[in-house]
């Protein structure tokens, strides 16, 4: 009877064992020199449009993300994408699209537990998009007739953003992330990007 006993005692501590030998490498897998590649939805939400009305208008679009981890805790990456929905400015006719972005940036990031990571990242974008005025002549246009054209007058800009990304599968993080895209010094917009999705690493 003994033995059987120890048999199954032996029987289930070996799995248990294998488990926690598994989840201790997992845990013990360094980052660095690891690759990722993600795809995000961002929206863009424009801020101080107009030349005494300060007004606010949000887009919406795509980014993908390729990146590598230089060490454990530092990681460098490149983005590029564009907007599918124009932002609309409200009590005017003017429309924000951001046609397309790319960026460059290095990062900090830094685990609190074992599956979820915070970052902070800083660099610069290059952004081509336009802004289009329906009716020009209208009155509650008149402040914003100077932006009709390339959207932002000045293409490059420094850029930054703060997030987490938590693993929900093996090797694949969902992304909640948001920061400045740009600011337009010609107008003084500021465009921020927030944005979710998935990054996988390898």
């Not at 074992?114 to 402040?143: L, M, P, R």
């Not at 009709?148 to 990304?165: K, L, T």
């Amino acid at each position: 009877m003994n033995k059987v006993v120890r048999t199954y005692q032996i029987l289930t501590l070996v799995p248990a064992c294998l488990l926690c030998a598994q989840a201790a490498q997992a845990q013990e897998t360094p980052r660095e020199d690891r690759h990722y590649a993600g795809l995000l939805v961002t929206a863009f939400n424009h801020r101080t449009i107009g030349s005494f009305s300060n007004e606010t208008a949000t887009g919406s679009g795509g980014t993908l993300i390729a990146g590598s981890h230089i060490n454990h805790l530092f990681h460098a990456e490149l983005r590029a994408g564009g907007g599918f929905r124009d932002a609309e400015v409200s009590g005017s006719n003017l429309t924000l699209s951001v046609d397309y972005f790319a960026s460059w940036y290095i990062g900090l990031h830094y685990p609190i537990t074992d599956y979820a990571n915070v970052y902070a990242q800083g660099g610069f974008s290059f952004v081509h998009g336009t802004a289009d005025i329906a009716n020009t002549d209208e009155k509650q246009n008149a402040e914003f007739r100077d932006l009709e054209g390339d959207f932002p007058g000045s293409s490059f800009g420094m850029s930054y953003v703060v997030g987490m990304d938590i693993e929900v599968l093996s090797d694949t993080y969902l992304v909640f992330e948001g920061g400045k895209l740009f600011k337009d010094t010609s107008t003084d917009i500021n465009t921020f990007q927030f944005s979710t999705g998935l990054k996988y690493e390898f």
